[in-house]
């Protein structure tokens, strides 16, 4: 069953946590990464530790949908196990994983971890439940299936392209689990090696971007912008009485508002992080 199995890792700025990402998935034999960052004395050192690893540089970081999307389509086994470089797979748990996989056989298009459902009520007694929503950090994908839907929206930089990803997929009558035997171990927003200051600008920016993008894109611009206009006030309100009062917090809504803004104006998701080439 492993080697059905294509472990995808779209990265980042990630050297604080990639090696100890590739560590956990060491039984996997097919694993590719792309690198956004066009890090080439990472790409060196992962190849010199990782032989079996297949690496792409991208001089243009495109963000997450697009980056996966690129490699969704240079997998040539049943399944991809999507993985973002600060998580890992959880010691001890593989065998167990691959066995609840054969039991379920081919009847699902997502698979998600247990640990980010840790609010939804599943089912005691059972291993694998259906869900509406898992969150992109990791999923196992069916790829014959995930290619009747269009894999990720790369309209996305940042933020939301899973939760779009898993709403169409259930408009489209498409199966997705959570699976108890799938732990996987997530560090989150500070495993990134971008500065904070520019990592806080992009995150506001992007968050509400997508947002506005999201919203738009299920209900019609004009249901948008009477829903967010309020939003679009009042982050406008706390932005200026931030600026007055020259508190810290200022750039977070400075960027709030225009990442906002840049959507209903139906600008593209344009920030990118500094240097990138």
């Known amino acids: 069953m492993i080697d059905n199995i294509t472990v995808i890792i779209v990265s980042y700025k990630s050297k604080k946590t990639i090696f100890n990402c590739i560590k956990s998935i060491g039984h996997f034999n097919k694993i590719l990464i792309l690198d956004n960052s066009n890090d080439k004395e990472l790409k060196k050192k992962l190849k010199n530790k990782y032989s079996k690893i297949k690496i792409f540089l991208s001089k243009k970081n495109s963000g997450y949908g697009a980056g996966y999307n690129f490699l969704l389509k240079k997998v040539k086994t049943p399944y991809a196990l999507l993985m973002t470089p600060d998580t890992s797979f959880k010691k001890g748990t593989l065998s167990k994983f691959l066995l609840s996989l054969k039991k379920l056989k081919n009847n699902f298009t997502l698979m998600g971890p247990y640990k980010q459902n840790k609010n939804f009520a599943l089912e005691r007694k059972k ?151």
Not at 227 to 247: A, E, H, W
Not at 262 to 272: D, H
């Open 127 to 277: 291993t694998i439940n259906e869900a509406r929503m898992i969150l992109g950090f990791s999923m196992l994908i069916n790829i014959k299936n995930i290619n009747k839907n269009n894999f990720f929206d790369e309209n996305f930089f940042l933020y939301l392209e899973d939760i779009d990803l898993c709403r169409r997929l259930i408009n489209n009558n498409q199966k997705i689990y959570i699976n108890k035997s799938f732990i996987i171990d997530h560090i989150g927003a500070k495993s990134s090696n971008i500065g904070k200051n520019e990592f806080d600008k992009i995150r506001n920016w992007h968050w509400m971007w997508s947002q506005y993008y999201f919203f738009k894109k299920y209900n019609g611009n004009f249901l948008a912008l009477t829903k967010f206009f309020s939003k679009l006030i009042s982050t406008s309100v706390k932005f200026i009485i931030l600026y007055l009062f020259q508190n810290e917090n200022q750039n977070r809504y400075k960027y709030r508002l225009k990442g906002l803004y840049s959507s209903m104006i139906g600008k593209k998701s344009y920030l990118r992080p500094k240097n990138i080439l």
